[in-house]
């Protein structure tokens, strides 16, 4: 059964983007300055935010020895755990009032699994529908930049990788497209940010972009 939409009060924004993008390190400037703000922010990711979720991410992220993961099955660990932190803590959270800050949602599953692993991007988007009772985001803001320079920078940041970071380089090309095409579909929702730029650079104007589309957001619903 279908939960319905409920998104009376909160703002739920995500990140997205391709592999060291730098998503992360963003969410935690942007979580800070909307709390500056004045506003209760929750911070999350996917896959994860529950543990449920978690345990699921866990799968997913580590190579299971002698047992590949097909790219049907990777999207339903996907869907499942998604299926969980919405009901659990999106929803919860949006319901409450809060600005809800989740880095990656189903925008990383049309680009990963859809235009990276090539599964139907109707079914994918259906199942999500499924999953998450049709819970879209109000703002996106999407890291771009070359694939060459953002694996760079994961290898070099954290030394190791995980299952999907070790696809080949064509994979994340793919993954970008993807991204970059959902965006140039969406362009009022998803905006785009050149992740190529220095971190200051990156967190000022995810900070303008943010504050300037609450301040309009409020007007709208006050
Ligand atoms: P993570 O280490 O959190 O990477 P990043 O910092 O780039 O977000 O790993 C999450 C991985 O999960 C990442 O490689 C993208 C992948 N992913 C999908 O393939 N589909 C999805 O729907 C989501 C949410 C993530």
């Known amino acids: 059964m279908a939960r319905r939409i409920r998104k009376p009060n909160g703002f739920f924004i995500t990140l997205e983007g391709p592999e060291g993008s730098g998503k992360s390190t963003q969410a935690d400037f942007l979580?800070?300055?909307?709390?500056?703000?004045?506003?209760?922010?929750?911070?999350?990711?996917?896959?994860?935010?529950?543990?449920?979720?978690?345990?699921?991410?866990?799968?997913?992220?580590?190579?299971?020895?002698?047992?590949?993961?097909?790219?049907?099955?990777?999207?339903l660990l996907i869907l499942a755990a998604r299926s969980q932190h919405v009901a659990h803590l999106i929803q919860p959270a949006l319901d409450r009032g809060a600005i809800v800050l989740c880095d990656r949602y189903f925008d990383s599953t049309l680009a990963y699994q859809g235009f990276g692993r090539g599964l139907d991007l109707n079914w994918l988007t259906a199942a999500n529908n499924g999953a998450t009772g049709g819970l879209i985001p109000d703002l996106t803001l999407l890291l771009d930049l070359p694939v060459s320079v953002g694996l760079a920078r994961r290898?070099?940041?954290?030394?190791?990788?995980n299952r999907l970071d070790r696809e080949t380089e064509r994979f994340h090309r793919s993954?970008?497209?993807?991204?970059?095409?959902?965006?140039?579909?969406?362009?009022?929702?998803?905006?785009?940010?050149?992740?190529?730029?220095?971190?200051?650079?990156?967190?000022a104007e995810i900070e303008t972009i943010v504050l300037n589309w609450i301040t309009t957001r409020r007007g709208h619903r006050s």
Do not use: C, W, Y
């Not at 290898?155 to 990788?161: D, E, L, N, V, Y």
């Open 155 to 161: 290898r070099h940041a954290r030394g190791t990788t």
């Open 175 to 203: 993954v970008r497209r993807g991204f970059l095409s959902l965006a140039k579909q969406d362009p009022r929702r998803i905006r785009i940010i050149r992740a190529r730029r220095s971190i200051p650079a990156v967190r």
């Open 31 to 75: 979580a800070v300055a909307l709390k500056k703000a004045g506003f209760q922010v929750i911070q999350t990711r996917e896959p994860g935010g529950t543990k449920v979720a978690e345990a699921v991410r866990h799968i997913l992220l580590n190579p299971s020895k002698g047992e590949s993961i097909t790219a049907e099955t990777e999207a």
